[in-house]
């Protein structure tokens, strides 16, 4: 199992490039998780205590509205990372999470990561970078939601 959570880790884009003990000190933050159609991974105002680098699958972001429910700002699949939130205190998910099919992950602790990252400063410069990337493309994604809803009638 180390073997393959160091093997996805290295070569996903968000860790490609960190030295290899850098990696090797993430795998002890790491495990494999799978998640049935349809389930919850999180919700919007709970603990955000992980990320999840999603292997397969497409998982739906959402938020709720009182007028039209919840509204898919963003689905992610295969590839992608799923989770900034646990990188900010206070540390609560700012969406909700739900798999649209059976999806794989390896999951990362953000406690042991954060950790890690007060032991490293670097690191943890350096996953912010990574990670500020991923935040901007949600708030991008939520900017279009935004004005598909409420955009000036053509």
Same mark, same amino acid.
């Given at each position: 199992?180390? #073997?393959?959570?160091?093997?996805?880790?290295? /070569?996903?884009?968000?860790?490609?490039?960190?030295?290899?003990?850098?990696? /090797?000190?993430?795998? @002890?933050?790491? /495990?494999?998780?799978?998640?049935?159609?349809? @389930? %919850?991974?999180?919700?919007?105002?709970?603990?955000?205590? #992980?990320?999840?680098?999603?292997?397969?699958?497409?998982?739906?972001?959402?938020?709720? %509205?009182?007028?039209? @429910?919840?509204?898919?700002?963003?689905?992610?699949?295969?590839?992608?990372?799923?989770?900034?939130?646990?990188?900010?205190?206070?540390?609560?998910?700012?969406?909700?999470?739900?798999?649209?099919?059976?999806?794989?992950?390896?999951?990362?602790? @953000?406690?042991?990561?954060?950790?890690?990252?007060?032991?490293?400063?670097?690191?943890?410069?350096?996953?912010?970078?990574?990670?500020?990337?991923?935040?901007?493309?949600?708030?991008?994604? %939520?900017?279009?939601?935004?004005?598909?809803?409420?955009?000036?009638?053509?």
């Amino acid at each position: 199992m180390a #073997n393959f959570i160091a093997e996805q880790l290295s /070569s996903h884009p968000i860790f490609q490039g960190l030295p290899f003990v850098t990696i /090797s000190d993430m795998i @002890g933050c790491a /495990s494999e998780k799978t998640f049935s159609r349809g @389930g %919850t991974i999180f919700l919007e105002g709970e603990n955000a205590n #992980n990320c999840f680098i999603l292997l397969s699958g497409s998982v739906d972001l959402s938020i709720h %509205t009182h007028n039209k @429910g919840p509204i898919v700002i963003q689905s992610l699949n295969g590839g992608d990372v799923l989770g900034w939130s646990w990188l900010f205190s206070p540390f609560i998910w700012h969406f909700d999470a739900l798999a649209k099919e059976k999806t794989n992950a390896i999951q990362l602790d @953000g406690q042991c990561i954060r950790k890690k990252c007060k032991e490293n400063p670097e690191l943890g410069f350096e996953l912010m970078n990574r990670f500020s990337k991923i935040i901007m493309e949600r708030l991008n994604a %939520t900017r279009l939601q935004l004005v598909d809803m409420y955009g000036q009638p053509g």
